[in-house]
């Protein structure tokens, strides 16, 4: 049974790497650069920007994908349940804490929202718990200060990208 899981497992490595020499093979084609959506409402399309920039600043980054939060803009009752949903989640995130080359990735429309959800997710994070994590946040340069504030004493890797 093991054998059959050891050969199935060597078969796979084998295509995966096949395909891999295939792709870099191949010529690479330039994407165009998605500018900031003006709809706030539009997650496809703030997806689509903010995951361009979340591409360019992943070095050092050594787990599989980022996790990233896409705080919702807006007052509506359902804007703040679910900004109040995903603050409970990275709350407890951060309780828990993450292991170094992880990237957490923050961001929405409304960047003063997003640094106000940062502040609040971290306010309770243990002094130095974050030590090699990378947290980007993307937001507009006025509130970078609010943001990096709350993030020093983590110990983590912080890069803000103004949009």
Known sequence: MYKYALLAALALTGVTACSQQEEAQQPT???AAVSKPTDPNDSKAWNAYLGQIVQKNMQ????DRPFPYLVPAGD??????VRQRQLEQVQDT???GVLPGNMLVFAGPDSAKTAEFVTDAFKDAKP???KDVIVL???????KDKVT???????????????
Request: charged fraction near 15%; aromatic fraction near 8%; charge should be negative.
């Open 29 to 31: 084609e330039q994407v």
């Open 60 to 63: 050092g980054m050594t787990a």
């Open 76 to 81: 509506s009752d359902d804007a703040n349940a």
């Open 94 to 96: 951060v309780a828990r």
């Open 128 to 130: 130095g718990a974050f």
């Open 137 to 143: 946040v993307i937001g507009d340069a006025g509130d």
């Open 149 to 163: 504030t709350a993030l020093q004493p983590t110990g983590a890797t912080i890069r803000y990208v103004n949009f």
